[in-house]
């Protein structure tokens, strides 16, 4: 079964801080990873992906197949990172999302 | 093109009642999908179009839904028979079929079915 886990909903954090949002999957295969990103009032749009190996706006998400995760870091959070992050997953050749449940991140001043 | 777009943005209805809700995908777009949204929730899956030929649909798509995308543009979603539990945020996104298939996402239909 493919699943996607986001174990913490909520994660509070002192502007400045290291942040690390949890990501775990279940997918039998080789899956896509992507973390997606909604800020307040806009709507959902893709921060990152595995296979681009690539920092998005200071963070970044390494893929580890053999603890089936894609943690997203930060070495220091930004007010402006305050959003809701969801992890997602998709099959090889694309189609349908799979997405985790969410965790909103809060940066405080 | 200012991406995705989604009409009506909120919609009150009553139980029973049939609702149909409009996507309009970015133009050179191929694929089409619909995900549902419930509180607290990550999007689900709903179905999904390439061109015109609807290609999957998720066991969450109950007969009272349906959905078509007739000349592989526009896309609608219908609910016939409203129950309170469809109440959600119905999202699309659209993407171009590819390596690197990125799916880009409107800014959802509210529904609550009272």
């Known amino acids: 079964a493919q699943r996607v886990t986001q174990p913490e909903k909520l994660l509070s954090v002192f502007k400045g801080a290291p942040v690390e949002l949890k990501c775990n999957y279940s997918?039998?295969?080789?899956?896509?990873l992507f973390w997606y990103v909604q800020y307040s009032r806009q709507r959902l749009q893709l921060l990152l992906r595995?296979?681009s190996r690539e920092s998005i706006k200071g963070f970044t998400a390494d893929l580890n197949k053999g603890e089936t995760s894609f943690h997203l870091k930060k070495p220091f959070a930004q007010e402006e990172d305050s959003a809701m992050y969801y992890c997602?997953?998709?099959?090889?050749?694309?189609?349908?999302?799979?997405f985790g449940a969410g965790t909103i991140l809060r940066v405080k001043s | 093109d200012t991406g995705v777009s989604q009409d009506p943005r909120h919609k009150i209805t009553k139980r029973g009642q049939n609702v149909t809700f409009r996507c309009d995908p970015i133009s050179e777009h191929n694929r089409l999908y619909w995900y549902r949204q419930t509180l607290g929730q990550g999007p689900e899956f709903l179905t999904y179009f390439q061109n015109e030929a609807q290609l999957e649909k998720s066991r969450l798509l109950s007969d009272r839904f349906s959905a078509e995308r007739p000349k592989g543009s526009f896309s609608t979603l219908e609910i016939q028979r409203t129950e309170q539990g469809d109440s959600a945020m119905y999202l699309c996104a659209s993407s171009f079929s590819g390596r690197r298939e990125t799916q880009y996402f409107g800014p959802g239909t509210r529904l609550l079915v009272l």
């Open positions: 595995h296979i």
């Open positions: 997602a997953l998709s099959g090889p050749n694309g189609n349908k999302l799979v």
């Open positions: 997918y039998s295969g080789s899956p896509e």
